[in-house]
């Protein structure tokens, strides 16, 4: 039986090889991966990381406005919150590159800064910007108006302020007669009957 089994074997495998197609050539994009991420070679050097760092990350445009001969620019450092206000013709650290005014969007303003050899981008960030926008709601019905500046306060209720000027109090003598005549005399009181 073992010889039998051997033989039914062997005509099986030699009749599908004779009905196997031959093999084609591969194509070529099937072994790119390989030619660009070979892992027997090294990696070529990428850019260089350091220029990719904006060195006015920690820095906010927190003011700009036009003025004779260019724009005044304030920029926040984000960690001291110190201030740097870079104008044209005054010495700072900062030298204004170039102004990139976007007025379709809100706060899309970039500046280009150079401090020393390093040189970056500056933007204003939402989070950091205050604006100033008049407000819009009524004032308390119970709030006293803004007082003018150039008078004085009023006093309070039944209370004299120190430096009001103080007319003093006539009193007529006890011994004459009122000047006035609607007063009979003022002396005397009317009697009161029981």
């Known amino acids: 039986m073992k010889p ?16 196997a197609e031959v093999p084609q050539k591969a194509a070529l994009q099937n072994y790119s991966g390989l030619w660009t991420n070979s892992p027997f070679t090294t990696k070529p050097a990428g850019p260089d990381k350091t220029l ?8 906010s445009l927190t003011g700009i406005a036009p003025i004779q ?11 001291s919150k110190k201030k740097h206000i870079i104008e044209p013709g005054t010495p700072s650290e900062f030298k204004v590159i170039s102004v990139d005014r976007n007025p379709e969007v ?3 303003t970039t500046v280009t800064l ?26 308390a019905e119970n709030a006293s108006p803004t007082p003018d500046p ?16 103080v007319r ?6 006890a011994n ?13 009181r009317p009697s009161r009957t029981k």
């Open 4 to 19: 039998s089994v051997l033989i039914i074997l062997l005509s099986v495998m030699l009749g599908s090889i004779s009905f």
């Open 52 to 59: 990719l760092i904006n060195p006015f990350d920690d820095y």
């Open 69 to 79: 001969g260019g724009y005044r620019i304030t920029i926040t450092n984000k960690k």
């Open 106 to 108: 809100s706060l899309g």
């Open 114 to 139: 150079t401090n020393g050899n390093l040189q970056g981008t500056v933007r204003f960030e939402p989070n950091l910007v205050v604006l100033n926008t008049p407000s819009t709601q009524k004032p």
């Open 150 to 165: 150039n008078q004085p306060p009023p006093p309070p209720n039944g209370q004299v302020t120190p430096n009001a000027p």
């Open 168 to 173: 003093s109090r006539i009193v007529a003598p």
């Open 176 to 188: 004459k007669p009122s000047q006035n005549p609607s007063v009979k005399n003022p002396q005397s």
